[in-house]
């Protein structure tokens, strides 16, 4: 990605139409993951945190997954510094090897990559290059009808 930076936090802005939580028991051992009533934030950090072995947990890309199974229609806002992944997935997802572990390469789910510079979503290791919006935003809905398994995105200024 052509972007300055790296990401060092997302922020989850929880709403009363999806209140989400992140599952410690997936996160990769360079994220530091907190919460608190209004949002949840993923911190990347340089030094491994001592996370016991999981099965579930992501052991070559820095991911983490929500604690909950969506169902219906969920809304949340996302919010980062640097640049970042924002990403649906399904729960199956492979989490212990290879490329196809990271959000949007593979046909379990969908990751929009964001900077101030451009935005790129993926899906099944295809990408679409999506111009970043004037002025930049920091700040992205997402939009998740499980009925059609169809994530949308927009942008929040």
Known sequence: HHCAGECSHLTFLCSDACDLTLDSNTAHTQLILSENSDNITVKYVKDKQPYPDHPDRFDHHEQV???????????????????????????????????????????????????DKMYTFWHNNKSTDIPAPSPPSNRVGVYLDVVFLQPSLCQIK
């Open 65 to 115: 997954l929500c604690g909950e199974s969506l169902t219906g229609r969920c809304y949340w806002e996302v919010e980062w510094s640097g640049s970042g992944h924002v990403a649906v997935a399904y729960k199956e997802i492979n989490r212990k090897e290879g490329s196809d572990c990271r959000f949007g390469r593979n046909e379990k789910s969908w990751s929009l990559f964001c900077c």
